[in-house]
């Protein structure tokens, strides 16, 4: 049984930083892709950022570019997601999900692209 387990979350003021990670268990992720998305009260599901191929593309929304950083560390099955500069506008839950074959880039910026998920962690960004 694949999990994804995402931790990292919590409260922080406007202009610091957060790193989130999520473990893979149950399947060895190598180097298929990953990605995170997010989802604030009320709204829709919104990408985030993508990790795509071994040492590969990095592929990021607008609104997050310059400011977070996707890696991973394939050898401990994790992913990571780096957050600068927050800003109270990021307040979401936050999901990381993975592939288990080969995804464009483009499919890779929707939840359909996807084939596990974690549960969510709770980023709050105060003014």
């Known amino acids: 049984q694949v999990q994804l387990v995402e931790s990292g979350g919590g409260l922080v003021q406007a202009g610091g930083s957060l790193r989130l990670s999520c473990v893979a268990s149950?399947?060895?992720?190598?180097?298929?892709?990953m990605g995170w998305f997010r989802q604030a009260p009320g709204k829709e599901r919104e990408f985030v950022a993508a990790?795509?191929?071994?040492?590969?593309?990095?592929i990021y929304a607008d609104s997050v570019k310059g400011r977070f950083t996707i890696s991973r560390d394939n050898a401990k099955n994790t992913a990571y997601l780096q957050m600068n500069s927050l800003k109270p506008s990021d307040t979401a839950v936050y999901y990381c999900?993975?592939?288990?074959?080969?995804?464009?880039?483009?499919?890779?910026?929707?939840?359909?692209?996807?084939?596990?998920w974690g549960q969510g962690t709770q980023v709050t960004v105060s003014s």
């Open positions: 990790w795509n191929w071994d040492g590969g593309s990095t």
């Open positions: 999900a993975a592939c288990r074959v080969y995804k464009s880039d483009y499919s890779l910026r929707f939840e359909a692209g996807y084939d596990y």
């Open positions: 149950g399947h060895t992720f190598g180097s298929y892709p």
